[in-house]
């Protein structure tokens, strides 16, 4: 069975969409095997997306993931980080699939509702930063 995480992002728990990204990745086939909302510190959102430390956006992106609570979870299906990311959409709500989550609850390419795995193996290691 293969892991992505999930993370409802902080524009999304704003908005009241906590309810409906969940009963969509339940009605996608996905088993939510952790789940918690929580209050990154910018220590914890520097270390989630370290990797993207050196890109100009990675300042804007820790202060926008620290600015509010999020919904962190464990989503688990065959397939699941190609499938999540088909359900999730294009980082560009503008630019997402309609049907998408970000298309139908994302505001802009930062504040995209939610945040998906990009590999098998990001999808283990995501999971584990949060769920260990």
Same mark, same amino acid.
């Given at each position: 069975m293969e892991k992505t995480l999930m993370i409802i992002k902080p524009d999304a728990v704003a908005a009241g969409r906590i309810g409906d990204v969940l009963a969509r990745a339940e009605r996608e086939g996905f088993a939510i095997t952790g789940l918690c909302m929580l209050l990154l510190s910018k220590e914890q959102a520097e270390a989630f997306y370290s990797v993207h430390r050196e890109r100009p956006f990675f300042?804007?992106?820790v202060k926008y993931m620290s600015s509010g609570p999020v919904v962190v979870g464990r989503l688990e299906r065959e397939n699941a980080v190609e499938h999540w990311r088909k359900v999730i959409g294009s980082t560009d709500p503008l630019k997402a699939d309609p049907g998408t989550i970000r298309r139908m609850f994302g505001a802009s390419i930062e504040a995209n509702a939610v945040h998906g795995s990009d590999s098998p193996q990001n999808g !283990?290691? !995501?999971t584990e930063f949060f769920f260990a």
């Open positions: 300042a804007p992106l !283990e290691i !995501e």
